[in-house]
Nanobody, 129 residues
Framework: QVQLTESGGGLVQPGGSLKLSCVGSGRAFTTEPVAWFRQAPGKEREFVAAIMSGGAAWYYGDAVNCRVTISRDDVRSTVYLQMDALKPEDTAVYFC??????????????????????WGQGTQVTVSS
């Protein structure tokens, strides 16, 4: 099992930026893929971004593409999500996930929250003036 702890959320004005962090511990975190999802009240969990082990590949959701950057620092066992040009519709709880239940890596598989095994508790991001 991988334990995940998110941080970095908060209140930001439209157009602003935030950098979220996900620290992992336990089972070989640095060798596992890691993803960010988000969930707004009354909505389904939505894929934001993912990064494979060693940073070999990365994926972005359509709703945030070109506004977010995912990266990882395996020395610090941390995955980051840099978010820019934030909009009110980006308001949600952002979750970090690790390990996939399948070896498939096509976009629709990576974006499926049901394929991810370990989850953090989430960090709230609120975009409002």
């Amino acid at each position: 099992q991988v334990q995940l702890t998110e941080s970095g959320g908060g209140l930001v004005q439209p157009g602003g930026s935030l950098k979220l962090s996900c620290v992992g511990s336990g089972r070989a975190f640095t060798t596992e893929p890691v993803a960010w999802f988000r969930q707004a009240p009354g909505k389904e969990r939505e894929f934001v971004a993912a990064i494979m082990s060693g940073g070999a590949a990365w994926y972005y959701g359509d709703a945030v593409n070109c506004r977010v950057t995912i990266s990882r620092d395996d020395v610090r066992s941390t995955v980051y999500l840099q978010m820019d040009a934030l909009k009110p519709e980006d308001t949600a709880v952002y979750f970090c996930a690790a390990r996939m239940s399948t070896t498939g890596r096509r976009n629709h598989i990576v974006a499926n929250s049901n394929k991810w095994i370990d989850w953090g508790q989430g960090t709230q991001v609120t975009v409002s003036s």
